[in-house]
């Protein structure tokens, strides 16, 4: 800490003091707003500043000079004592105030801690749900991969089954078709030898007609 921020504690501190009605030492953030300096700086200073202004006191606390207790004789040592007692009772206020300023910032000490704690905790959590949330994303984004890739092959399975039914239905139809211009051509020749043949019966069938007319006037 340099001279110029002590200085600047040191004179808010006397001036804080010096218009306070009731004789109280300042407080730790009266001097802090006052100085504008860091909250260390002003207890560092305060610290020393405060055990100056207690030896002040003490030195209030010391029996009345010879001469001055021979003058003043018992009024006299009646108002040092009420003087004495009210210094004791501002000491013992401000001495209650230090311990409540020293308790103040033991408590903020602490609470800051476990703030620090809880942000630390949070953190910490959201670190394992962020490692989590990946491990969770790269599973999906595997289990997305294989499914595409089963879904092509599947894809790819029945593009050539039904590439193999259309050329199976394709041969099957110029089988049918070949079949059927060969039967029809069998039966044409069917047609044509039924034809012959009956022909041939007609023309057996007149013939013997023929040969029994020729021998039934024999006969009779």
Known sequence: MNKDIQDRIMSAANELFAQSTTGELPSVEAVRQRSRASMNYVVEVLRDWRQQ???????????????????????????????????????????????????????????????????????????AKNTSLQTELEAASKTAAHATQRLHMELAQITAHAQASEQMHSERTRTAE???????????????????????????????????????????
């Open 178 to 220: 070949t079949e059927r211009d060969l039967a029809r051509h069998e039966a044409i020749e069917a047609r044509e030898v039924a034809a012959a043949l009956r022909g041939q019966v007609e023309a057996m069938t007149a013939h013997n007609t023929a040969l029994l007319e020729r021998i039934n006037p024999l006969s009779a």
């Open 53 to 127: 202004q207690r030896q002040q006191v003490k030195v209030t606390r010391n029996p009345l000079p010879h001469a001055l207790q021979e003058a003043m004789q018992h009024m006299g040592q009646a108002v040092w004592d009420t003087a004495q007692g009210l210094a004791n009772e501002a000491l013992e206020s401000e001495r209650a105030a230090f311990e409540l300023e020293k308790s103040d910032i033991t408590r903020l000490s602490i609470e800051q801690s476990k703030a620090f704690d809880g942000i630390s905790a949070e953190l910490e959590q959201a670190k």
